[in-house]
């Protein structure tokens, strides 16, 4: 118990030395990094890191994936705001002793005009975002995991580039409740090379995420938590649920709150044998275009 007593206390100091540092705002680049890697997580609220269906949630959550058995590849693409889109391609093997997982996200925004400074049209470019990340994490006790996450992150913009080198650090702790989970991370570590002679820092955040799960006859309901302090933005709160009614079929919805743009998000998924089929919608204000996504996983 005193081992769980200083790693939550931990945690407490490491969000209180940057819950007061939003004037730093506009400062940190690498945005994508916090963007919905499949449908899963973005049907539920942007998360989703306990929900046994979401293959991916190591990529925000180091640790949470071992504890369940897993081994699965997982493709997805997502209409972003705009003509941007954003694809991912995630493999997950779990033993639950340990995780492994390798990862490929592309952001790209699509063609843009190229004008010079009379406003005369002289080509277009295609800007794009890119990560790949690894993971590796660990079983420490039967109700202690910890994680690590280590990336390569390029960004293109015309004839600029920049290229980072980022990392995640997470643990998962199964609190003696049955069904319940609590996980900590810290997310986007790292540093990049100068463009045009300035350095772009990445977007530190700290998560806490909460779970609980509850058996329904031969269902099963699933509600999270989420609390979300990225060094550039004010504390944002993302509440979840998945029903399982049966084996086959998942319903998802999330509210995210303290956001500028973003609310509700809803999703499904159908399993068939192997293959799980996925959707996650995520509404945005007016103005903005709401966000669709489609992701195709295979179980071996």
């Known amino acids: 118990m005193k081992k769980y007593i200083i790693t939550l206390l931990i ?29 899963v997580s973005m049907a539920l609220a942007g998360r989703g890191i306990h929900y046994d269906s979401n293959h991916s949630a190591w990529f925000w959550q180091p640790a949470s994936a071992t504890v369940e058995r897993n081994k699965s590849l997982t493709a997805s693409h997502s209409t972003w705001i705009g003509d941007t889109a954003y694809s991912s391609l995630v493999y997950s093997y779990s033993t639950r002793s340990s995780h492994f997982g390798l990862g490929l996200i592309n952001l790209s925004y699509g063609e843009i005009e190229k004008r010079d400074e009379t406003g005369l049209l002289i080509g277009h470019y295609n800007p794009s975002d890119t ?30 580039s920049s290229l980072a080198l980022s990392s995640d650090l997470g643990s998962t702790w199964l609190p003696p409740l049955a069904g319940s989970r609590m996980s900590f991370a810290v ?60 084996q086959s079929l998942y319903l998802r919805a999330g509210y995210k709150f303290n956001t500028d743009a973003e609310s509700f998000t809803a999703g499904m998924g159908l399993k068939l044998f192997r293959i799980a089929i996925d959707y ?14 489609f992701g195709l996983s295979y179980q071996f």
């Open 11 to 39: 945690a407490v100091l490491a969000w209180t030395l940057i819950a007061n540092v939003h004037s730093e705002a506009g400062r940190y680049g690498y945005q994508f990094l916090n963007i919905p890697v499949n449908p």
């Open 131 to 160: 990560n790949i990340r690894g993971n590796y994490a660990l079983r420490l006790s039967p109700n202690l995991y910890l994680g690590a996450n280590l990336g390569v992150v390029y960004q293109k913009l015309d004839t600029a």
């Open 187 to 246: 997310r986007n570590l790292g540093i990049s090379n100068k463009t045009d002679e300035k350095r772009e820092k990445l977007p530190i955040s700290l998560d806490l995420d909460l779970y609980e799960g509850i058996t329904l006859g031969r269902g099963e309901l699933g509600m999270e938590a989420s609390f979300i302090k990225a060094v550039d933005e004010d504390l944002r709160i993302a509440l979840s649920t998945e029903l399982k009614p049966m």
């Open 280 to 293: 996650g919608y995520v509404a945005f204000s007016e103005g903005l275009s709401d966000v669709h996504s």
